[in-house]
């Protein structure tokens, strides 16, 4: 049997007050564990084009894009799982926490924390995180932006910018991972974005014959928007996460 309930965060706990965590002599086995929730773009380098197979590009393929800056404002996390009944091993809590934002987020900082939820004791299986980033957060800045340069066939480099305004909202999904909350563990699970991935599909073709704004390839809703409807479809897609576990320190 599996029984529904949806919960409000109940923390939101930036990265100086989780260092301050402190843990008594005694430990309350029943106490909440801290969710500390962080972002990652990974693989900044791609050649192209990329294929479907490992997300791995053509051997043949001399055509590259390098990114330099990376950064996506963070409207909402919401984490959902199924969490173990404490009356009878065969039945399941279906349960969602939320944190909310927003929060502009350097995807190329490996310490860059988007926030923290609280999860009371328990076992917490088939676990997923969505990410929404809203318009209404943007004030007039890209929810989600790219830019770097890029590197075409005949060694021509042109500078390179992707950003996007519209909605975005994308999520996890790991159906193998549990968290066992409670007593003196804390866990970080980082949300992994994967810049081979959202070029998936790109003809360099369609990059070399782009529509330039002062000399850049900028890929907006505006601008080259066929190549920024096959991106935004590519960023929709399930991302990878991690999760681990840390003991809290006096």
């Known amino acids: 049997m599996k029984t529904r309930i949806a919960l409000l965060v109940l923390t939101v706990v930036i990265a100086a007050s989780i260092s301050a965590c402190k843990k008594d002599s005694q430990v309350n086995p029943n106490s909440p ?8 773009a990974l693989n900044r380098s791609v050649t192209l084009p990329v294929t479907a197979n490992g997300l791995k590009s053509s051997s043949a393929a001399t055509s590259s894009v390098v990114w ?10 919401s984490f959902e799982a199924e969490m173990n009944s404490m009356n009878s091993n065969r039945d399941s809590i279906e ?4 944190w909310r934002g927003p929060q502009t987020i350097n995807l190329f900082d490996l310490s860059a924390l988007v926030g923290s939820i609280t999860l009371p004791a328990g076992t917490y299986e088939k676990i997923s995180l969505k990410v929404n980033s809203e318009k209404s957060d943007a004030n007039g800045k890209p929810l989600f932006y790219l ?8 060694g021509t480099v042109m500078p390179i910018i992707i950003s996007v305004n519209d ?3 994308f999520k996890t999904v ?5 968290i066992v909350s409670g007593g003196a563990t804390d866990f970080t699970s980082t949300i992994q974005i994967y810049l081979d991935q959202l070029l998936l599909n790109i003809d360099p073709a369609s990059l070399d014959n782009a529509t330039l704004t002062n000399g850049t390839i ?3 809703a505006t601008s080259n928007r066929q190549l920024y409807q096959m991106i935004m479809q590519n960023l ?4 990878h996460c991690q999760h681990e576990h840390h003991e809290h320190h006096d």
């Not at 564990?33 to 990652?40: E, G, V």
């Not at 929709?236 to 991302?239: E, Q």
């Open 33 to 40: 564990s801290a969710l500390s929730l962080k972002m990652q």
């Open 68 to 77: 330099d800056t990376a950064t996506i404002i963070v409207s909402k996390v």
């Open 95 to 98: 349960i969602s926490y939320a």
């Open 147 to 154: 830019s770097g340069n890029y590197t075409n066939t005949a």
């Open 167 to 169: 909605p975005i909202s």
């Open 174 to 178: 790991q159906k193998s991972d549990t």
């Open 218 to 220: 900028m890929i907006t």
């Open 236 to 239: 929709g897609k399930d991302h």
